[in-house]
């Protein structure tokens, strides 16, 4: 991190070239010039040239979150990619992992890195989004830190996403409520095997539609004795508890190498 949210060490630099804010609306991350950057969250790419921001990349959540009792969508931008060709395209859905762009150091940018931004959006009576902050000094822009979940976009990339191989070991109980990365990973691994709807697209919120996916998961694979088939259907899904995880893990749990 070369320059968290709030920073003031720059104010003069910025305010010379016309912009005012209280302080550094984003998170600055290192990266060395032509480094691929990967999709942070998925949702839909709107991509954006701007004399001081340079070359953009936003994307908006198709689901809403709750922010501060509000529903809304986030927007998560970098800037200062490469402009030569834009990777992504306007309205191009995006899962998290999925290649955006290569880093630069376009529009008012003294080094190569991304500026990472986060910006709670919903939309007006007439389908426009807007920034739910845009009064706060920050240009619309919330701090990021707290919405970093610990998994990194690149190894989504990999794992999950390009080669369609999802490996990970299932040892934390969910349920119905649940938002955390466990439950990316659950919908991820359902949605690989056809019970989470190809569709839609994975969000760590455990609501109707996962525990739909891990319903009929259960039925099939979690109803080897009386009493799990009793609990299968007492709770229809709401709970993935000691019997689903290991039904999970019998498929999904990386394959364990035995010592010599
Ligand atoms: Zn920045």
Redesign the pocket.
Known sequence: M??GFGDTANLAYYALNGINFKG?????CQARYGQPVYAMCDGVCFPEVDSKQGQGVNIVTREQFDYNGKPVFYKVLV??LTDDDAVVKTGQVVRAGDLIGYADNTGL?TGT?C???VKPCAYNSIGTLYNLEDGNGFYGAVDPAPYWNGLFAEDLNVNLVKKNIITHTFYIPMKRGDVNSEVLYLQRALQSIGYFPENVIPNSIFGPVTQAALFAFQKKYVTNTMSSFVEVWYYMGQYCGAKSLKALNAIFAPPTVLPK
């Open positions: 070369n320059q550094h609306n984003g998170q600055d800037w200062h940018s890195h500026h990472v931004g």
